[in-house]
């Protein structure tokens, strides 16, 4: 995995410390003290994951992953000492064991960890460990320790913590010049920090329904897995240094608790095969899975199904993936992640109008589900439904306007019926919602030379440049005076 942003921006920042290297962030010159207002630290987690989205490879733009990760993510924030608070979780496709908090509660996963964990509650408590970091401010108090006395100097060293969370062999590369040691002392949370967040991640876990078990066993299987590694221990152990002393504290918290057993969801079970099905060969996906199901070594068998579903549609043997598929629904089981498979092979069939019922009916079971939502719109789209498409995308727009990915299909609908204007104005806001002020009034600028718009729509595009400009301009003030 390359976090090239991270590493060229670290890179950057300790060769030029008086500057801020991230996109649309303030120079708040060296007068500034080393804290780190909350809004401040928003603003720079959603530009670095407005980076993530737009440039690293290995991000994993799936929004039934990054849909399972948000729903249980949101549930443990819910149990935690900070149950409205605005956390976003996402992602990483990178077989290495880790999980990060970033600034502003922006919560990366490996897909490696969801491999790894062998339940729910293991996952769940990676998960909640990473949320008492935010919590608890561990971040943003750890770079104030270093006593370092401006704002640029303590991004620098925040972009050094995720760009080693990330990758620990990005490290090497980025830490550069004669502060490296002052990065280095960066680069794992404190003892004292990694405790803090295993007593209160441990407390959500429990407040959340989870098996507490769970996190003390995730833990001490990869520190056992760690003694393998040597001096190249996993990426979490470096991040998140282990103790004996911790695990211990752990299990007995753990065994002074009433056991309860705790079953994984079938999504988690599902997110996993999906995982499995995408690696390697489309072929040896589909080995893996028929041999599963063949030898009943599975620890859900309507996973197993899907998964050899998920690899025979990668394997382009679309007949076999409908009888398999009618298998799989033969178990009656309920997700949408199975009901998005059901139409995916319904529309490689051919059979457009049946993808399109299943769709429906599911939406009206799991309205939540984008993959159903993108689904659905695309679907229409395929099949030159266009008016229907931008009436249904308008539906979602009004429950959830900063969804950039409608706003992407939109314009493509608009620009499939030859609407230049309304093409460019949708276009705009998919780039605002990115963070790119700069192109979403570019995109307007087009609008406002399509001829094809009315006396309104002119309008409304004129009055939305005037106030990206003015946005613009408040932007550019922030970078110059911090405010």
Same mark, same amino acid.
């Given at each position: 995995m390359r976090f090239f942003i991270f590493s060229l921006a670290l890179a950057f920042a300790v060769a030029n410390p008086s500057i801020v290297t991230a996109d649309n962030l303030p120079d708040l010159g060296e007068s500034a003290r080393a804290d780190l207002p909350q809004q401040l630290e928003r603003r720079l987690g959603q530009s670095i994951m407005n980076d993530i989205r737009l440039r690293e490879p290995s991000y994993v733009d799936d929004p039934e992953i990054n849909d399972y990760l948000n729903r249980l993510g949101r549930?443990?924030?819910?149990?935690?000492?900070?149950?409205?608070?605005?956390?976003?979780f996402f992602a990483i496709r990178d077989n290495s064991v880790n999980a990060f908090?970033?600034?502003?509660?922006?919560?990366g996963v490996n897909t490696g960890t969801l491999l790894t964990?062998?339940?729910?509650?293991?996952?769940?408590?990676?998960?909640?460990?990473?949320?008492a970091h935010v919590t608890q401010n561990h971040l943003a108090r750890q770079i104030a320790r270093q006593n370092q006395s401006t704002i640029p100097n303590m991004i620098a060293m925040g972009l050094g913590i995720l760009a080693a969370r990330s990758n620990s062999a990005v490290t090497a590369a980025t830490i550069l010049g004669t502060q490296a040691s002052a990065v280095q002392a960066q680069l794992a949370y404190t003892?004292?920090?990694e405790r803090e967040a295993d007593r209160m991640g441990y407390q959500t876990l429990d407040k959340a329904g989870f098996d507490v078990r769970g996190m003390g066993d995730f833990f001490e299987r990869l520190q056992k897995a760690g003694h393998l590694y040597e001096?190249?221990?996993?990426v979490y152990l470096r991040s998140h240094p282990l103790t004996v002393e911790r695990i211990s504290d752990m299990q007995n918290r753990?065994?002074?608790?009433? #056991?309860?057993?705790?079953?994984?969801?079938?999504d988690f079970y599902l997110i996993r095969a999906k995982l499995r099905a995408l690696m390697g060969t489309p072929r040896e996906a589909v080995n893996e899975f028929t041999t599963q199901i063949k030898d009943k070594k599975y620890a859900s068998l309507a996973a197993a199904r899907y998964g050899l579903v998920v690899a025979l549609m990668r394997a382009k043997d679309i007949s076999a993936a409908r009888r398999e598929m009618e298998l799989l629904q033969s178990l009656k089981v309920a997700s949408p992640i199975v009901a998005f498979l059901a139409a995916e092979v319904r529309a490689a069939l051919g059979d457009l109008s049946t993808a399109q019922a299943i769709f429906r009916e599911a939406l009206q079971r799991f309205p939540q589900a984008k993959s159903l939502v993108y689904g659905y719109a695309e679907s229409l789209y395929s099949g030159r439904q266009y008016d229907q498409a931008l009436v249904f995308i308008d539906t979602q727009l009004q429950l959830n306007a900063a969804? #950039?990915?409608? #706003?992407?299909?939109?314009?493509?609908? #608009?620009a499939a019926l030859g609407k230049r204007l309304l093409q460019h104005r949708a276009q705009a806001e998919f780039y605002l919602l990115?963070?790119?002020?700069?192109?979403?009034?570019?995109?307007?600028?087009?609008?406002?030379?399509?001829?094809?718009?009315?006396?309104?729509e002119q309008s409304a595009v004129d009055a939305r440049l005037r106030e990206l400009r003015k946005l613009q301009v408040e932007e550019d003030k922030q970078k110059r005076n911090g405010g």
């Open positions: 549930g443990l924030v819910e149990a935690s000492s900070n149950p409205n608070g605005d956390f976003h908090a970033m600034f502003g509660g922006f919560i964990a062998q339940s729910e509650s293991e996952l769940a408590g990676v998960i909640s460990h990473e949320i003892r004292e920090f001096t190249n221990a996993p753990a065994q002074g608790s009433p #056991y309860r057993q705790i079953v994984s969801s079938l969804d #950039y990915s409608l #706003y992407g299909l939109q314009a493509k609908t #608009y990115q963070g790119r002020t700069g192109a979403a009034i570019e995109q307007l600028q087009f609008a406002q030379q399509a001829s094809d718009g009315n006396f309104y």
